[in-house]
Antibody, heavy 119, light 110 residues
Framework: QLQLQESGPGLVKPSETLSLTCSVS??????????WGWVRQPPGKGLEYIGS???????YYNPSLKTRVTISSDTSKNQFSLKLTSVTAADTAVYYCARLISGGRFDPWGQGTLVTVSS | QSALTQPASVSGSPGQSITISCTGT?????????VSWYQQHPGKAPKVMIYEVTNRPSGVSDRFSGSKSGNTASLTISGLQAEDEADYYC??????????FGTGTKVTVL
């Protein structure tokens, strides 16, 4: 059974870089047909697509975050990562990683990790 | 890209049917048959309930069904049960090769 787990600092200072890793077990991220994505949810608010990476390493980003986001993968560790630069309080959210199946099906999801941006 | 528009809340009594709408544009909902619906209970990760407009993943109750007409997709929950009380989000693939989520709908079982 495929499982995803987010990890990284829970507190980031304003203007610094948020870095998270998603560890995948029960399947390989280099398998064809699947993409791997990040979604965030500010406290009490809705879901926002951040971006995704294909099994071949091609990346896709939300236009509103594109200048600050980098998604990469490490197939040797079966992990993919998110970096978000120049963070502000508006980036405070629960960050989820998920497998993205062609056609837009995010399934399954990690449990999510809360990242707070504060000095 | 703007979030897809959903009603903030929908309610119904046990056993009733409710429908949640998800309105986008010709660049997202109207462009592809790639609309998904997610259920999220408080403090939990979202769970996919419908994908590709009408398909149900294995294990999801057949009380959940999806449809689409033009730029608006819909999720119908029939035979409403207490466990269906949750937040629901739609999402769509877009012509920009990204994804966009809906604003979210809180379903209350009266």
């Amino acid at each position: 059974q495929l499982q995803l787990q987010e990890s990284g600092p829970g507190l980031v200072k304003p203007s610094e870089t948020l870095s998270l890793t998603c560890s995948v077990s029960g399947g390989s991220i280099s398998s064809g047909y699947y993409y791997w994505g990040w979604v965030r949810q500010p406290p009490g608010k809705g879901l926002e697509y951040i971006g995704s990476i294909s099994y071949s390493g091609r990346t896709y980003y939300n236009p509103s975050l594109k200048t600050r986001v980098t998604i990469s993968s490490d197939t040797s560790k079966n992990q993919f990562s998110l970096k978000l630069t120049s963070v502000t309080a508006a980036d405070t959210a629960v960050y989820y990683c998920a497998r993205l199946i062609s056609g837009g099906r995010f399934d399954p999801w990690g449990q999510g990790t809360l990242v707070t941006v504060s000095s | 890209q703007s979030a897809l528009t959903q009603p903030a809340s929908v309610s119904g009594s046990p056993g009733q049917s409710i429908t949640i709408s998800c309105t986008g544009t010709s660049s997202d909902v109207g462009a592809y048959k790639y609309v998904s619906w997610y259920q999220q209970h408080p403090g939990k990760a979202p769970k996919v309930m419908i994908y590709e407009v009408t398909n149900r993943p294995s294990g999801v109750s057949d009380r959940f069904s999806g449809s689409k007409s033009g730029n608006t997709a819909s999720l119908t929950i029939s035979g409403l049960q207490a466990e269906d009380e949750a937040d629901y989000y739609c999402s769509s693939y877009t012509t920009s090769t990204t994804y966009v989520f809906g604003t979210g709908t809180k379903v209350t079982v009266l």
